[in-house]
């Protein structure tokens, strides 16, 4: 007997929940790429990117008032050249451009990509016609779930802020081309310590996923407004198919870069002792030969000098007897 249109089946409540319980943690992960286009790109959360930005800039002539998402998907100004995706795209009141990108692992020439991306937003404000070059700020987001190798001996300095500058002044000689990199593994802060709003985005940032429920001194409308679209509950069936395809990708990528680690490490390990047996033995022969040279001269020393000692004898003697043939 098939129950009434209007009433769902006695299970379909269990289903759901089941459905649900394949992802342990309350909220999305910020750092796969649905996590961070749901809290960050959608057009009903467009506030929070805005707030996120305002804390991240402080830009002196004024606060971001209105964002409007832009095509992501960037193509050359020639026929079959390479495309640029980026994570995010975005433009404030004024025109100027914001390419804001998550990157989960480390990747060689990243700088250079960051590089690479901030040319379709300068490029693209060229109209046809008369034009006097004249450009709206551009400014590259990057939030890191890594270290580049050259900052790992400044543990404590976990944002950069890069502009075109003098190399002997120091001056920025252009100021409307600005690059942020976050290095989110450097930001240890605990709740209790945060100070200023944008400490506590990146505290949410990197502990989203962790949390069981927003922290007293995170009670804020924006905050609470994160936090709510975050629930991993309130995604559709759709979106949460779609999160832990994004999940499972962000797993198999932290699997490999640890397996590579591991590789690494491994390797490394093998070739110190490989190395560790070979000097070992080269300065155990440098060593041995040298023990053995000074030993050989001191014993050569040795043995001259007994031989030396019979041979004086030998002429003492015979110095002797030829002085008594002498003497009668």
């Known amino acids: 007997m098939k129950p009434p249109k209007n009433q769902k089946p006695a299970n379909t409540k269990r289903n759901k929940k089941m459905f649900f319980q394949q992802i342990k943690d309350k909220y999305i992960d910020p750092f796969t790429d649905f996590g961070f286009k749901k809290l960050f790109g959608e057009e009903c959360n467009k506030d929070l990117l805005l707030d996120f930005l305002n804390e991240l800039l402080h830009k002196d002539e004024g606060r971001i008032v209105s964002i409007s998402y832009l095509n992501a998907e960037k193509y050359g100004i020639v026929k079959d050249s390479r495309k640029a995706v980026f994570d995010l795209f975005c433009e404030n009141e004024k025109g100027e451009k914001f390419v804001v990108e998550l990157q989960k692992a480390k990747q060689d020439f990243?700088?250079?990509?960051?590089?690479?991306?901030?040319?379709?937003?300068?490029?693209?404000?060229?109209?046809?016609?008369?034009?006097?070059?004249?450009?709206?700020?551009?400014?590259?987001?990057?939030?890191?779930?890594?270290?580049?190798?050259?900052?790992?001996?400044?543990?404590?300095?976990?944002?950069?802020?890069?502009?075109?500058?003098?190399?002997?002044?120091?001056?920025?000689?252009?100021?409307?081309?600005?690059?942020?990199?976050?290095?989110?593994?450097?930001?240890?802060?605990?709740?209790?310590?945060?100070?200023?709003?944008?400490?506590?985005?990146?505290?949410?940032?990197?502990?989203?996923?962790?949390?069981?429920?927003?922290?007293?001194?995170?009670?804020?409308?924006?905050?609470?407004?994160?936090?709510?679209?975050?629930?991993?509950?309130?995604?559709?069936?759709?979106?949460?198919?779609?999160?832990?395809?994004?999940?499972?990708?962000?797993?198999?990528?932290?699997?490999?870069?640890?397996?590579?680690?591991?590789?690494?490490?491994?390797?490394?390990?093998?070739?110190?002792?490989?190395?560790?047996?070979?000097?070992?033995?080269?300065?155990?022969?440098?060593?041995?030969?040298?023990?053995?040279?000074a030993k050989g001269l001191a014993d050569g020393l040795a043995e001259g000098k007994a031989e030396g000692e019979q041979e004086r004898l030998k002429l003492q003697q015979e110095i002797e007897r030829l002085n008594k043939i002498i003497g009668k």
């Open 110 to 293: 990243f700088k250079d990509r960051t590089l690479y991306y901030s040319t379709f937003p300068i490029i693209e404000q060229a109209p046809v016609g008369e034009w006097n070059f004249e450009l709206k700020s551009v400014y590259v987001v990057a939030i890191l779930n890594f270290v580049f190798d050259e900052d790992k001996n400044d543990p404590h300095k976990y944002r950069y802020d890069v502009m075109l500058s003098d190399i002997e002044t120091h001056k920025v000689f252009y100021d409307k081309l600005t690059f942020v990199y976050l290095e989110m593994p450097k930001f240890t802060k605990e709740v209790e310590e945060l100070e200023t709003n944008f400490e506590k985005w990146l505290y949410v940032i990197n502990n989203l996923k962790r949390l069981e429920e927003i922290p007293d001194k995170l009670r804020t409308r924006i905050f609470e407004k994160m936090f709510a679209a975050a629930e991993v509950a309130q995604l559709t069936k759709e979106e949460h198919r779609d999160y832990v395809n994004a999940l499972n990708t962000y797993r198999d990528w932290q699997n490999i870069v640890d397996t590579a680690k591991a590789d690494g490490k491994a390797e490394g390990r093998a070739e110190g002792r490989t190395e560790g047996r070979a000097e070992g033995l080269e300065e155990g022969l440098a060593k041995g030969l040298a023990k053995g040279l």
